[in-house]
């Protein structure tokens, strides 16, 4: 918790992080420790914040991955039709990629990156015996809510009780697998290692194809792209060429390996960590 501030209005807002304000990190932080924060927020202020109305918040989760978490980062992409905008920062590119809508944001960013760089090492090693591993790699999804009544509550105004409440957590756990749901682990085509089968109709088709799985085109439908585009060539292509044409792509498109699963997909990961935690 970083600031207090008073407005003329009379109103006071809590802005900042609980976990950083009690702990000094967010590696982890159980319902527990929430519960005490705030107590102890209330202590000193001498206000009862477990009334007071949540503008926004954020929750997430941090999962252990067995590569750096560039490679999740930048093999994330929103879902077609998702309505989500895709931001990164020059500087964080690999690190942090946040995807928004005019409720809420999704944010992916690397957990290990400011233990490694911004803590002292007695902070470190505090949050080692929390289970943080220097030699692991950590990467973090996270929800923050910027109108957390519209998202979970109807429209109604949420309490900052709430999110010490186990049923709300479960709330919360799920909406967190549901988000993730609307972003795409990009899928990969596997490149054949006899370069006499890795030509230049191979590449394009190989691009061309992995671009639209992407973009959640089926093989089948892809092949109908193609053949569209034959059969759109009536001033250029005899019935013979046309046909010609469609046996040398069905040839091509035959020999790519289309991949079900994305080698990016946290979907593991993320229901591991939910189970495992019940922090809000």
Known sequence: MQLIIIHNTGDIRLKGSVPYYYQGNNFTFDRKKFVQAIDYINTLTNIDFWQSDLDEFEYGVIMEVPTT????????????????????????????????????????????????????ENRKQVIRNAGWDDDKEYIKFEIHYKKPHLCLNNGRAMKLYCLANPTWEDRLKEDLFEQYQRLNPY??????????QFGTPNIYAHTFTEFAINMDYSP??????????INNATNTLSKSDKDARKREVSKIQGTLLTPTESQWDLRINLQEAINKTNTP
């Open 69 to 120: 978490p560039r490679n999740y980062i930048i093999h994330h992409t929103a879902k077609r039709g998702e309505k989500l905008l895709q931001n990164e920062r020059g500087r964080d590119k690999g690190k942090f990629r946040w995807w928004e809508d005019k409720t809420l944001s999704l944010k992916l960013y690397d957990a290990g990156r400011n233990i490694k760089a911004k803590q002292s």
């Open 220 to 229: 089948e439908d892809i092949k109908g792209l193609l053949y569209n585009t």
């Open 187 to 196: 899928k990969e085509i596997t490149i054949p290692t006899d370069k006499k």
